[in-house]
């Protein structure tokens, strides 16, 4: 089977978590995505706990091999001037370079942008950074929780009178960032159909979490009125669309539509409740629904979710979710042979499905560091006797033997 990206080549020079979870979903539907580390410890998510069980003591970490599957790891010191020549070989006969450092970093070690599309003026080159490559903010260090903040999410979550609620998920990386930069990948690719030439695509997380809020943002710039914490009509301020406490755990209830909040209200048989649909939390519908709500299990609501249709479920943890139904039905869940390690990893599966030319997440293993240096340098035509000189000079590096790190260094 042909696989959608088949033929793209993606080279990688991002770490952590946007740009590599951006550069999966490519490798997932059949992209050539080749991983440029350093010589030295590689991506830091590399070193990050924990292992798979029975896992080789050198092997890299269960998150490592989560984001890093189809891909291949070539290791290239950019501060050498070898080192960035080898950087513009493979830039040349690429579709993409991926990269996530601090506007300006690439440019001070000359493999930026402009210097990759005089190698290559077809090259897609996609910058993922904090705040954008002409930002104010350029200069500035940052993580997902900054950008959640900036973009004014963060501030936006929670009740009124608490604090704002920090996500479990790095929504700005992934939501803001990752997404945001492989759609942005394959527009320039279908665009350079037409015109034969590449582009940069210039992702800044802050903006890609901004545009979550499209719909807040219209109702202010329609009506001057800004939205606050705990206010929100989808963030908590109804009475028809909120978590509620269940005898023995939570459930979310989210009928929205009036059907809905009938179909409820008439199942507990307090049909004097519906007219309290849109009432605010602290009400006195809030406190008779808190009171319904308590007086059940979270199975018990389950269940009655199953018989009536009024958009309520379980909030579950995660190893709930993972041993779902659900989710073995939709194939969440995937067991990939890795080496160094004793048993087939678990890891999460692909999550956008195609009919007929399905992503395949077991083409290729988490690779180990600089596992096909010299594999791509003979791809790329050097003779072994460079290869050789290039390993010597430290340009460029192979496979790592013993090579730790630190994530939190």
């Known amino acids: 089977m042909t696989l959608p990206l088949e033929g793209v080549r993606v080279l990688d020079l991002s770490r952590l978590l946007p740009g590599p979870f951006c550069s999966l979903l490519l490798a997932d539907f059949g992209a050539d995505v080749i991983k440029v580390e350093d010589t030295a410890q590689g991506d830091y998510m590399r070193w990050a706990p924990p292992a798979y069980d029975g896992a080789d003591p050198s092997a890299a ?6 984001l890093n599957r189809n891909k291949r790891s070539v290791r290239v010191n950019l501060k050498d001037e070898r080192g960035r020549d080898v ?21 001070r ?20 950074s904090g705040y954008g490559q002409d930002s104010p903010l350029r200069e500035r260090s940052g993580h997902d929780l900054n950008y959640l903040a900036v973009a004014g999410l963060l501030g936006l979550t929670g009740d009124a009178d608490g604090p704002p609620v920090q996500p479990a998920a790095q929504i700005a990386d992934l939501g803001g960032g990752a997404l945001m930069a492989a759609f942005g990948i394959l527009a320039a690719l279908r665009e350079r159909e037409r015109s034969g030439t590449g582009q940069l695509v210039d992702v800044s997380m802050a903006d890609g979490t901004l545009s979550w809020l499209t719909m807040l943002a219209a109702r202010h710039l329609a009506d001057g009125r800004p939205p606050r914490r705990g206010a929100l009509d989808l963030g908590g301020g109804l009475v028809c669309y909120r978590p509620y406490r269940c005898a023995d755990g939570f459930i979310t209830i989210g009928a929205l539509e009036p059907k809905f909040w009938a179909a409820f209200c008439r199942g507990v048989g307090r049909e004097d409740l519906i007219a309290g649909q849109f009432d605010a939390p602290g009400s006195q519908t809030h406190r008779a ?11 018990e609501w389950t269940a009655f979710a199953a018989a009536h249709d009024c958009c309520l479920e379980p909030v579950l943890d995660l190893d709930e979710v993972l041993a779902s139904e659900q989710v073995r039905a939709r194939e969440m869940v995937v067991a990939l042979d890795q080496p160094g390690v004793a048993e087939p990893v678990r890891q999460l599966g692909v999550p956008v499905k195609l009919s007929r030319t399905p992503g395949e997440p077991g083409r290729r293993p988490g690779p180990a560091l600089g596992e096909h240096t010299e594999q791509l340098l003979r791809e790329l035509a050097y003779a072994d006797a460079e290869i050789a000189a290039l390993l010597e000079a430290g340009a460029v590096a192979g496979a790592a033997d013993g090579v730790r790190g630190s994530f939190r260094a």
């Open 87 to 107: 950087l513009l070989a493979l830039a040349r006969p690429a579709d993409v370079v991926l990269e996530s450092f601090r506007p300006g970093v690439l440019d």
């Open 109 to 128: 070690l000359g493999c930026g942008y402009e210097a990759l599309r005089e190698a290559n003026p077809g090259i897609v080159y996609c910058a993922i």
């Open 289 to 299: 629904v808190e009171a319904v709500v308590a007086a059940r299990t979270r199975d």
């Open 61 to 66: 970490s269960a998150m490592f091999l989560a």
